[in-house]
């Protein structure tokens, strides 16, 4: 009953995210697109999908370190066949050349950077 799935549809494109409330206020996204993840939904946010494999979880902290961006909070998941989801809370926005730059890695299939309103306390 603490739950809510959400499912936009755009053409031939879907997107689905379910997030819930633990206890009397800690709200999460709890699944995107089918990955079982853990991510407030506040503040700059970055969601990848890649292929599941080696070194790629580090070249995204090469790139976002090389432009001075902190990761305060990161999760990953992964679907058998489908790849993995890596969803960040980042301390500043990523520019869309930096996108772009984590777009070019071999592994990735694709990138979303999002700006939330800030939880309240």
Known sequence: TDMLEVTVRSGNVSRSLVGTVFGQSVIRI??????????????????????????????????????????????????????????MNLDAAPEPALLKAILGIDAVQGVHALHLPELPA
Do not use: C
């Open 30 to 87: 709890v699944e995107l697109d089918g990955f079982r993840v853990e991510l407030e939904p506040a503040g700059e946010v970055a969601i990848f999908f890649n292929d599941d494999k080696p070194g790629v979880i580090g070249q995204y902290g090469q790139v976002l370190g090389e432009a001075g961006i902190n990761i305060a909070h990161m999760t990953v998941a992964r679907k058998p066949g489908d790849g993995a989801a890596v969803a």
